[in-house]
């Protein structure tokens, strides 16, 4: 049962590099997404995917891109990091809840740019 | 607009007391549905509950109740008899209808202390 894995769980950056966190599920989900968690703000959605090919912006998208090639991956790139992005960032992956599924989180990923 | 409201940051209490956490959420939406998610000290996001927004039946697992009222826009959660193992995170999220019940919004979440 690996449900939604995340690489790496713990980075150090320096100012400028580029990195990608990856995202793989095995369920078959067609939606996919990437949160970023800042203290005391909760979670908040960066980018998220219907589907293979397609990808749209969520509510905090600059400086990250992602693709989505295949259904069970997502990557996110950080183009070229800023001490802002520290942040733990979430994969989710889910179909749609009205057949009532729910919403499944990888473990998280630390990320701290100095 | 905040959709998901937290309005406790912190709770703390002592171990065997009850604790309800307030959740309010907004939306025009007449199809919705709502999350509680638990985040333990070790980071991960645990799955507690979903609710739909056609059904206000209150629920119950162990200790743990939701109480959905929609006249209200709320979604609380009580922990009953508290243990020191409840200490996390507790956040709130909102999933809206139309297509879009894929994406959530959080609360900024609660913090959760019980002492031994």
């Known amino acids: 049962n690996a449900g939604v894995t995340q690489t790496p769980k713990f980075q150090v950056l320096k100012t400028g590099q580029s990195m990608t966190l990856q995202c793989a599920q095995d369920?078959?989900?067609?939606?996919m997404s990437w949160y970023r968690q800042d203290p005391g703000m909760g979670l908040r959605l960066i980018h998220y995917?219907?589907?293979?090919?397609?990808?749209d912006q969520g509510e905090v998208p600059n400086g990250y891109n992602v693709s989505r090639s295949t259904t069970e991956d997502f990557p996110l790139r950080l183009l070229s990091a800023a001490p802002s992005q520290t942040s733990v960032y979430f994969c989710?992956?889910?179909?749609?809840?009205?057949?009532?599924?729910?919403?499944?989180f990888g473990e998280g990923s630390w990320l701290t740019v100095v | 607009a905040q959709k998901v409201t937290q309005a406790q940051t912190e709770i703390s209490v002592v171990e065997k007391e009850d604790v309800t956490l307030d959740c309010v959420y907004e939306?025009?939406?007449?199809?919705?549905?709502l999350f509680w998610y638990k985040q333990p000290p070790s980071g991960e996001l645990v799955f507690l509950i979903r609710?739909?927004?056609?059904?206000?039946q209150n629920e119950i697992s162990g200790r743990y109740s939701w109480n959905f009222q929609k006249s209200t826009s709320s979604f609380n959660f009580t922990i009953t008899a508290s243990q020191v193992v409840d200490s996390a995170v507790y956040f709130c999220?909102?999933?809206?209808?139309?297509?879009?019940?894929?994406?959530?919004?959080f609360g900024a979440g609660t913090t959760v202390t019980v002492r031994a």
């Open positions: 989710a992956s889910s179909r749609g809840l009205s057949s009532g599924n729910t919403i499944y």
């Open positions: 369920m078959n989900h067609e939606y």
């Open positions: 995917s219907v589907g293979a090919g397609i990808t």
């Open positions: 939306t025009r939406d007449t199809t919705y549905y």
């Open positions: 609710r739909n927004s056609f059904d206000e």
């Open positions: 999220a909102l999933s809206e209808g139309r297509g879009d019940d894929y994406k959530l919004s």
